[in-house]
């Protein structure tokens, strides 16, 4: 159990640029979701993937972010025309299933957007 | 919709001190409870959690008991040590079948030797 990854760490990016980060979650979770925390506030759903299945997005999820699963292993999420309001910690979780069951989460990527 | 609430901080504690954190929510449904906490520079873990009414969860010292009579679920510790100065985050799984988790805002505790 090497835990969640994310990458990269730090973001930093001109307004207009896109932004690609990746997580890669425990292998053998079929779970995987993206939150989005700013500071002073706790962590924001964004969306959530079972297997390779995207079955929930946020209204926060505008149609300049979209993320995939593909095969159901790492996830990837990006922002398309950053702007200055999307600066935020993204957060990637994964699981194992079941209505109780703990997320696992990644150490998040900082993205400034300047 | 579902949401969580709870005590802002900072709260600043002595060593061995009592420490409460409250944290209410509102559902529709039957969710499940959870306390995670985030240690400086590392991700958020689970702390514990309580999957239905007067269920209580324990661990490192740290409870708190699901209460649906006053929607409540407030973490407690007896004897707080400077290694539990973190952020400690209240969240909901809504159980309405979609494992969306909802987070309350985060209250950093800072315990002082």
């Known amino acids: 159990d090497t835990g969640v990854s994310q990458n990269p760490r730090h973001k930093i990016t001109k307004r207009g640029q896109n932004v690609t980060f990746r997580c890669d979650p425990i292998s053998e979770h079929n779970r995987l979701y993206w939150y989005r925390q700013t500071l002073g506030q706790g962590p924001e759903f964004l969306t959530y993937?079972?297997?390779?299945?995207?079955?929930?997005k946020s209204r926060l999820l505008s149609d300049r972010f979209s993320a995939e699963r593909p095969k159901g292993s790492f996830s990837t999420l990006e922002i398309q025309r950053t702007e200055q309001g999307d600066s935020a910690m993204y957060l990637c979780a994964s699981s194992l299933g079941g209505v109780d069951e703990k997320l696992f989460f990644g150490s998040g990527t900082q993205l400034s957007v300047l | 919709g579902d949401s969580v609430t709870q005590m802002e901080g900072p709260v600043t504690l002595s060593e061995e001190a009592f420490l409460t954190i409250n944290c209410t929510y509102t559902a529709t449904g039957y969710p499940s409870l959870f306390w995670y906490v985030q240690y400086p520079g590392e991700g958020l873990q689970l702390l514990l959690k309580?999957?239905?009414?007067?269920d209580k969860g324990s661990n490192k010292g740290f409870e708190a008991t699901y209460r649906k009579e006053t929607t409540s679920f407030h973490l407690e510790k007896g004897s707080v040590q400077v290694s539990d100065s973190a952020v400690y985050f209240c969240?909901?799984?809504?159980?309405?079948?979609?494992?969306?988790?909802?987070f309350g805002t985060g209250t950093r505790l800072k315990v002082l030797a």
């Open positions: 969240a909901l799984s809504d159980g309405g079948g979609t494992y969306k988790y909802i």
């Open positions: 993937f079972q297997n390779e299945a995207q079955l929930e």
């Open positions: 309580a999957t239905k009414a007067d």
